[in-house]
């Protein structure tokens, strides 16, 4: 159970966590979650959270819940960290993969959305709204179910069917976007307007990435307190980026760990927006004309948290990546028959893209690097 | 790290573990592993349950694993245990889901072949064969795959496409068969005896039940040691619920619990022989002649452990009851809709079932339940 503010992500600003925040008042940008939790709590929070029920929810001092909240839960988190042992030995790489399709809808989403819900339900929204490529929708449906408040989405009509049933079926109203997800981002947004639903677009509230930060809390407690050398992340929004260079913050502010983790940013080449402007030193992402590719969590072409994910990037000496759908397809084949790992294409991109940064000697021999499988193949 | 032998479930000979271990040599019939755990050993083995790392394999003293011998793991196991708060107001129960759909490739399949593959690779096994109707055989390839060994799968023609691509993207050999899982299992026998592959058929081998009991053994822990009024468990082969049976029966001895939970087997009206047989008084249950379901987890005309079955059932005053598919589709839709659970239709059947049962009277008013949600939507 925590105490908290609102910090903006751009100019600094700070402000109260009232119901329904939102963007920077003053500058209508992304705003993060500050902890009031002290240096000196390190060891007695680290003892706590070893020994509670297991979730995400057990790192609560550092998570926008407050003495006496409950969360709205389908007991997220705790997802495997599986050693790739082949994998690694080939590519000369103390190799690992963060399993995220093991979430209750099927993805990392979950984390965020379950967050988002869970703060919101407390604060008393009675209606929610999202935009999503897929895996969000269905996540937003099922935690709204979980907490029995009604959830619209808005989804490109090119998305896998299974998406729009899985919605159906956990009670959500569905519409179908001719066009993509920046399209259904300002249908939402309209739908917000009118009906007075809480719209959930990523990082446009600020608790999305507190649920995704818990994926590089667990990687951290998991490897004993040492953060990897280096992870390897799928970037669409971003929102699970910056969560993990705010969790291993946070983690240096308790006392818990030293040093840091290079951040590498994997795109499609056919939608790349980050990787383009990271080769052209920019410190925001103009947004990508036209988005191509069939890893639906990748067809992002412009990221509100764009300049966040920049930031974390360089502080981190990582970088961003462009790989091919097929690249990403072969390296999702190669999770599953070398090494039994059920991955959706977006899991495939970090493997392919592991062997290009092998390759070009971004990652050295023996590294400890950890992969983001942000969902499972059955997502598709 | 356990010892352990076998003795056979009908005329109860002993045999050694031996590579390759099979049907009971004196009588064909399916063979249970036996371990030898001192009943003093109670408070400690469960300490060292609480201790270890999550996952299935840390109930290693009541599993086939000697001392250093290795799982072949994909994180398997240690399944979310959903309170069902809004379901359970409205049924007059303490109800409680056991969501299964959280494992590596999305079913309680995971844990029982994780078990036997893991036997079989320590054994010295070759090359794996199995007749499914669907998430055995994911199952199969995904584990074979970690295992580094080779995998033949033999399905239904009908079951859902998404299956025969998840086996290939784990890469197995597939074999769609124009038939039931009766038949699978007659060609994937055929196979073994031609190949030398081993043959994982349910209850051939004595290991998948060990995996899948450890369903009951995290459930009873997570209940503080407390076992659950009823559970009810969607039946075809019969390997959870016999392993749950026998879960029971070894933390008894160990001293850990008393009492015992009555246990529900529920089946299609398309395809209920442990039905029929429950109700005629058999004590075996002849072959269904037209099995008709969409739930392919339940559309076993015959399964191997039915006098396993039966047993479990009378000797816990459960019961054997039939729901409809539209039955089973309603419950699953409820359980998505009303409490966010990500539930294939054998989960939903479970719902309608505990229904059908408070209904009867057979369960009452304020008793804790526990549904088997075995798979996820997605598997469908």
Known sequence: MSQFHLECGRCASR???????????????????????????????????????RGMWRFSEILPIRAHELPVSLG????????????????????????????????????????????????????????????????????????????????????????????????????????????????????????????????????????????????????????????????????????????LEELRNLGLIEGGTRMYAVQSSGCAPIVRAWREGLDEAPTWGDAQTQAWGLRVPAARGDFLIIRALRATTGSAIAVSDDAMREGARLLGSREGINAAIEGGATLAAARLLRDTGQLSEGERVVLFNTGNMLTY
């Open 15 to 53: 402000s109260e966590p009232g119901p329904r925040a939102n963007l920077c008042p003053r500058c209508d940008s992304p705003q993060l979650v500050r902890y009031q939790v002290p240096h000196s709590a390190g060891n007695v929070v680290r003892e706590a959270w070893r020994d509670r029920p």
């Open 76 to 247: 997220e988190g705790d997802t495997p960290l599986i050693e790739l042992t082949r994998l690694g030995a080939e590519l000369g790489l103390d190799l690992w993969v963060k399993d995220e399709g093991r979430n209750p809808t099927g993805s990392f989403k979950d984390r965020g959305i379950g967050a988002a819900v869970t703060r919101a339900a407390l604060d008393g929204v009675e209606s929610f709204v999202i935009p999503s490529a897929g895996n969000a929708a269905a996540a937003l449906a099922a935690y709204a179910a979980r907490a029995g408040i009604p959830a619209s989405v808005f989804i490109p009509c090119d998305t896998p069917p299974g998406v729009v049933r899985r919605c159906r079926e956990f009670g959500a109203d569905v519409t179908e976007v001719d066009g993509l997800i920046t399209d259904c981002g300002r249908l939402a947004a309209e739908h917000a307007a009118s009906t007075g639903a809480f719209d959930l677009s990523t990082l446009r509230e600020p608790y999305r990435v507190e649920g995704k930060k818990t994926m590089m809390l667990e990687i951290v407690e998991t490897l004993d307190w040492k953060p990897p050398d280096a992870i390897v992340y799928p970037t669409g929004g971003g929102t699970g980026l910056i969560g993990s260079w705010k969790a």
